[in-house]
């Protein structure tokens, strides 16, 4: 930044372009990246475990969420800094990958930022770091193969007791065993076991509030939450043939804007006929095709409804999409866009399709069971409000993610902390052998795998230091890999006994992904963030131009009312109609001074500035070759940079 003046003693201030932004560099980077990244993890770590608690938010609509997984609570806390997103963004892939273990894999990351800010301190440099870490992921994953055990995926057993370790954290733990059984079974009706592939698109979940969790069931078929389109028609069709459509139960219409004037009876009467004739024939198509049941993407007026009545064709209308997609695939039907293309072989078929009621109210639904083609299921969540069956929702898909996973690779570990405290002693042996400034990062990993089963620990309201110690003591002693935290207190620290079980995937990927985003966030030295540098800048000319109050009691002001700014910067002050030095103006570069514009302000001019300017005689002339062209012509003209 620099000041010259033009030959009436009027000052420029000339700042740079990369003088627009702010710039933090070196480690002060790297610490306030990790200290935004760690305020993060630590608003999870206390919704981690079987015990741990639930989080409240209120979106600014005033929609209420209250959930403890992880990737919901990241989702809908609309985080603003740049490298506390990135924790954000690890568990959405976390998310996405597996389904479970959200909230670990932050708890993990937070773990070893605070690991490595303790190593920067003692003046590690970040790289050497960031490779102590990935040689100890390395260490941990390959610890974690040789202690997993392989289960029987066709048992229904292993699946069951591994869903319930999900859901043992989840607001439906109270019956996590009718959950879990649900979610097995679900995924077994999907699973295509020689490919070890599950398709999720035929699982179908739907939530109904109102009744209890209890009542929540599976169903082996569709869930529509549609019903019949007149309340006369039978609420039970068996033997389904229905013809999917999405084409609509009406005349068809112009494309054009049209008027049609009725003068008399004869030309009333002539109009309804042909009217009464298009839904006579569109009735007569799906009948001739041998369909027994309609199903429309689109509504039809009530004409049409009392035809399709009359002719015993019960229907159901304003189907969605993707409803009415999956009753395509689940019934081998075909999606028929105009009625003369209907014939028998796009027909879907299913053996019941039923309409049941809920309680007292109106609400209907129908059920298409015994498809033809596919094993489609739906899963009916009740419970006794909206955000109850939401929660059960997400708790759903992540016991079904966990049984999808174990269908992929039937490899468990134990949970509970033990496979966290068996790689913890890995990697500290491993790193006992290690020469060089490596061994510190690595011994910072150990360090940091303990605090996983610290946190199941202290939610569980335990000692977290001394249960910690007395597991590690076991494992050593004993040489068992699946000795954990009891956190449901029921007197034993074997995880094996008390069937708590993990994927091996799950936990091999929160390893990688929270190593990856700690080397990430570890690297990054320099922090450029444009847009900010001119508030100092505002906040000082405000105060020598219109306000009496010390600088230092601003906190933050919004621009004065005579002021313009442009890109972030403030660009224009008032000067006087005189030829003595009074105008202060602000340009981000020499080539701007040409080209500002002028506004006519509504605040006073300042003496403060013209004060602060040197005279003009007693100092050196210093001009730029435009500023004749800037020559006064009015009273307190605004000049503005537009550039």
């Not at 039937?410 to 491993?430: F, H, K």
């Not at 610290?454 to 597991?471: C, D, K, Q, T, Y």
């Not at 080397?519 to 900010?532: E, F, S």
């Not at 020598?544 to 002021?563: C, F, G, K, N």
Request: glycine share 6%; hydrophobic share 40%; with cysteine.
């Amino acid at each position: 930044m620099s000041m010259v003046f033009d030959e009436y003693g009027r000052p420029f201030i000339i700042l740079k372009e990369q003088q627009g932004s702010s710039r933090v560099k070196g480690v002060e980077a790297q610490k306030q990246n990790i200290m935004a990244a760690r305020s993060v993890s630590g608003i999870l770590r206390t919704s981690l475990g079987p015990k741990g608690m639930d989080k409240m938010l209120v979106s600014p609509d005033g929609d209420v969420t209250v959930t403890n997984d992880g990737a919901t609570i990241l989702e809908k806390m609309h985080v603003e800094h740049q490298v506390a997103r990135l924790l954000v963004e690890l568990s959405a892939s976390q998310d996405d990958e597996i389904g479970d273990g959200t909230t670990g894999v932050v708890v993990l990351a937070g773990a070893l930022l605070e690991q490595a800010e303790k190593l920067l301190d003692r003046g590690l440099h970040p790289v050497r770091i960031a490779e102590g870490f990935e040689v100890a992921c390395s260490i941990a994953t390959r610890r974690l193969e040789e202690i997993a055990e392989t289960v029987d995926a066709s048992s229904d057993t292993f699946l069951v007791d591994t869903a319930m370790t999900t859901l043992s954290s989840k607001i439906v733990n109270m019956y996590k065993k009718q959950m879990a059984t649900i979610a097995v079974e679900a995924v077994l009706a999907v699973a295509d076991t020689a490919r070890g592939d599950v398709n999720f698109d035929l699982i179908k979940v739907e939530g109904k509030p109102g009744g209890s969790l209890d009542q929540t069931e599976l169903i082996r078929g569709i869930v529509v939450d549609k019903d019949f389109s007149h309340p006369q028609m039978p609420k039970k069709v068996t033997d389904a043939r229905m013809c999917i459509l999405t084409c609509p139960f009406e005349p068809p219409k112009p494309k054009t804007k049209h008027k049609l004037d009725i003068a008399s009876k004869e030309a009333y009467d002539k109009l309804y006929k042909r009217e009464q004739e298009y839904f006579l024939e569109m009735v007569d198509h799906c009948k001739k095709c041998g369909a027994n049941l309609v199903i429309c993407q689109w509504g039809f007026d009530d004409e049409a409804n009392h035809l399709l009545l009359q002719h015993d064709l019960p229907a159901v209308r304003w189907v969605g999409g993707v409803e009415l997609e999956l009753i395509a695939i689940a019934t081998g039907g075909r999606i028929v866009p105009r009625f003369a293309e209907l014939d028998a072989s796009k027909l879907g078929r299913a053996g019941v399709v039923r309409e049941v009621t809920f309680g007292t109210t109106k609400e209907r639904m129908l059920v298409v069971e015994e498809c033809a083609e596919s094993q489609a299921v739906t899963v009916l969540v009740r419970g006794g409000n909206k955000m109850i069956v939401d929660e059960a929702k997400r708790s759903l898909h992540d016991a079904m993610c966990v049984v999808r996973n174990l269908v992929k690779d039937n490899r468990i570990v134990y949970g509970g902390g033990a496979a966290e405290v068996a790689c913890s002693l890995a990697v500290a042996t491993a790193a006992d052998d290690m020469t060089g400034t490596q061994q510190f990062a690595v011994r910072a990993f150990a360090d940091a795998l303990d605090d996983v089963p610290m946190a199941l620990a202290e939610n569980s309201g335990l000692a977290p230091i001394a249960h910690l110690s007395a597991v590690k003591a076991a494992q050593l002693s004993t040489g068992l890999s699946h000795l954990g935290i009891d956190c449901l207190q029921l007197g034993t620290n074997d995880m094996k006994h008390q069937h708590v079980f993990e994927t091996l995937i799950g936990k091999q990927q929160q390893l990688m992904l929270a190593t990856q985003v700690v080397k990430m966030i570890l690297k990054i030295d320099d922090v450029i963030m444009h847009g900010n540098y001119y508030l100092p800048l505002l906040l000082l000319v405000h105060h020598y131009l219109y306000s009496p109050q010390p600088l230092d009691s601003y906190d933050t002001a919004p621009p004065p009312p005579h002021a313009w700014t442009d890109g972030g910067m403030l660009l224009a002050l008032p000067r006087a109609r005189s030829r003595r030095p009074s105008s202060l103006r602000i340009y981000r570069s020499a080539a701007s001074f040409s080209g500002a514009r002028r506004l006519r302000p509504s605040g006073p001019t300042s003496d403060a500035v013209r004060r602060a300017s040197p005279p003009p005689l007693a100092r050196k002339r210093e001009t730029l070759p435009s500023a004749r062209r800037s020559r006064s012509r009015s009273a307190d003209v605004l000049r503005v940079v537009s550039r």
